[in-house]
């Protein structure tokens, strides 16, 4: 069983770690990742996207249960169109700022599910 180790710096970041990365340089660099990709989206690909990805995985994974969708502010996604197309296909919405991975509640999740639920069988939707 993996434990995961919370580590605050004086700026007050949160660094997510193994006990076999104490020193590793990168829990103790930033970590925000800029595109290197020159591609850029507009609304109408991005909910192409949605629609044919994460709205088969809600389904899959939620199977009609309540569950929210956390997006950035980035232009496609809180687009006018983006935000009436969620509400229309009844998505709850997690508004997040854009490039702040170490606020991503997803961190903290992957650490949880890794050490509590290594013992349960997983299936494919």
Not at 1 to 9: A, D, N, Q, R
Not at 87 to 102: E, G, Q
Not at 105 to 125: A, G, L, Q, V
Request: proline content about 6%; glycine content about 2%; hydrophobic content about 35%.
């Amino acid at each position: 069983m993996t434990k995961c180790y919370i580590l605050f710096e004086n700026h007050g970041r949160l660094v997510l770690r193994t006990k076999e990365e104490r020193d590793h340089p990168a829990c103790y660099q930033c970590a925000v990742q800029k595109p290197t990709s020159k591609a850029t989206i507009n609304a109408e690909q991005n909910i192409q996207v949605l629609e044919q990805h994460m709205l088969p995985s809600r389904q899959c994974v939620f199977q009609g249960r309540p569950c929210l969708f956390q997006r950035d502010n980035a232009k496609p996604h809180s687009a006018r169109i983006t935000t009436a197309w969620l509400h229309s296909k009844r998505v709850w919405v997690l508004n997040w700022p854009a490039c702040s991975p170490d606020l991503s509640p997803i961190e903290i999740i992957w650490c949880i599910m890794k050490t509590k639920n290594t013992t349960k069988e997983t299936r494919n939707c």
